[in-house]
């Protein structure tokens, strides 16, 4: 015969996880809709939605290689539905077809401007070492664009991989709502 507490326990247990499948789906519908909830410090906190605006400043992409492997591995990037089975990353465009981009040890400049944040680090935040990419002056070609963070000098992005191809975006993003970095 159960007790009046393991009664209580046992309701409590079902209540949390009733809401807990309705936030689930909550939020996958969400998704399915095109919301995009940012929690990463690469750009500012909040609520995304997908647009199709081509001159979006923020996208989402899958990233490929090299670099996709070693976001997985190192856990920048959390469980998801890339092919490699990783989260998207959520980035600012800081460079499209026809800018000119230099990588330095200062960071990335775009024809000519200097973005803030962006000198590329020797360690990630767990002390493992990090190669950017290969300093020196970049024309973006067709197909491409640079990604990179300016809200956040840790942010894995274009200082560590260059630039990615446009047809990795998968969504181009607008805020919704966000919290002011």
């Known amino acids: 015969m159960m007790t009046f507490g393991e009664a209580r326990f046992r309701v409590l247990i079902g209540w949390i996880l009733s809401v807990a499948g309705c936030l689930g789906l909550a939020l996958s519908t969400a998704y399915s809709f095109g919301l995009r909830i940012n929690t990463s410090y690469s750009l500012p906190m909040g609520l995304y939605v997908t647009t199709s605006d081509t001159q979006s400043a923020f996208v989402e992409f899958c990233p490929s290689g090299e670099s996709a492997r070693l976001s997985k591995m190192r856990g920048y990037r ?96 607008k805020p919704l709502w966000t919290l002011h970095q």
């Open 78 to 173: 959390s469980a998801g539905d890339c092919t490699d089975g990783a989260a998207p990353l959520l980035k600012p465009i800081v460079a499209r077809e026809g800018d000119l981009v230099e990588m330095s040890v200062l960071g990335i400049s775009v024809n000519g401007t200097l973005l803030r944040n962006t000198a590329p680090l020797e360690r990630d935040g767990a002390g493992r070492p990090l190669a950017s990419w290969k300093l020196g002056t970049y024309r973006v070609l067709p197909g491409q664009v640079w990604v990179a963070s300016t809200y956040n000098r840790g942010s894995y992005d274009s200082r560590y991989f260059g630039p990615i191809a446009v047809t990795s975006i998968r969504s181009r993003l």
